[in-house]
């Protein structure tokens, strides 16, 4: 890991917690689990699974009211927990998902609108990319991390390679596609900081209620990360 994170040119701190300690917390998880949920009353539940499986992190897709409650119950609940708000379609929802207490945002596709909004307000934001030009735009506004989304359908492992060798000063968070079967695979690869766990909290499993079961797919990521790159 690079000892110094930027964005927008300076180093800056949010809400109490400055853009090191986010990406330093991304880079020990080595996995974001991704939520989808549908009622917020699975908050605490989900938050539990997460902290009891061991990982103390959580990104949640930002998309109704039921998801910035998710937020704001994660944090009230959790406050060695960072959380995210996810996949932000718009300003509005950059505001909504700060207020509820989200310590950063990540866009699917790189929006300007968004990520120049953050910048400004020194919101840590993870933009979606796909693309060299993607890239560059982000760069050009002294950003350094980026979400490779959807990262299966373009290109996938070697499409973060081709990235990497072009782009030394950029790291990368493949998301979409991201499974057990080839996590080991993407975190194997230079400038991968972490991945999108979407399947650590199968929406099925969520609503049902089988919380000890992601209680086991949690610790199983865990478990194989250490296991590959033990502390």
């Known amino acids: 890991m690079k000892e110094i994170y930027r964005q927008g040119g300076m180093e800056f701190s949010c809400e109490g917690i400055n853009m090191q300690d986010i990406l330093r917390k991304i880079d020990h998880a080595k996995i974001i689990p991704i939520v989808n949920i549908e009622t917020y ?5 989900l938050g539990n699974a997460l902290m009891s499986g061991g990982i103390p992190l959580a990104e949640v897709t930002v998309r109704t009211e ?9 944090k009230a609940g959790f406050s060695e927990m960072l959380v995210g ?5 718009s300003v509005e929802d950059v505001n909504r998902a700060v207020d509820a207490g989200a310590e950063f945002i990540t866009t699917l596709g790189f929006n300007p609108r968004i990520v120049d909004y953050c910048i400004e307000r020194d919101i840590y934001v993870i933009p979606g990319i796909n693309s060299p030009t993607q890239v560059e735009m982000g760069l050009e506004r002294s ?3 980026f979400r490779f989304f959807p990262a299966e359908a373009s290109g996938g492992i070697r499409m973060v390679k081709a990235l990497v060798a ?13 499974n057990r079967q080839n996590l080991l695979s993407y975190i194997a690869c230079e400038g991968v900081i972490a991945c999108g766990g979407s399947w650590l909290l199968n929406t099925e499993l969520i609503s049902t209620g089988a919380f000890e079961e992601i ?3 949690v610790s199983d990521a865990v478990s194989m990360i250490r296991s590959y790159l033990p502390e």
């Not at 009353?41 to 539940?45: L, T």
């Not at 708000?85 to 379609?89: E, K, N, S, Y």
């Open 166 to 178: 072009a782009y030394r000063d950029a790291m990368f968070i493949p998301v979409g596609g991201v």
């Open 85 to 89: 708000g996810g996949g932000v379609l």
């Open 143 to 145: 950003l350094s991390v």
């Open 215 to 217: 209680i086991v797919l």
């Open 41 to 45: 009353s699975d908050a605490s539940a």
């Open 66 to 74: 039921e998801s910035i409650r998710c937020i704001k119950t994660l």
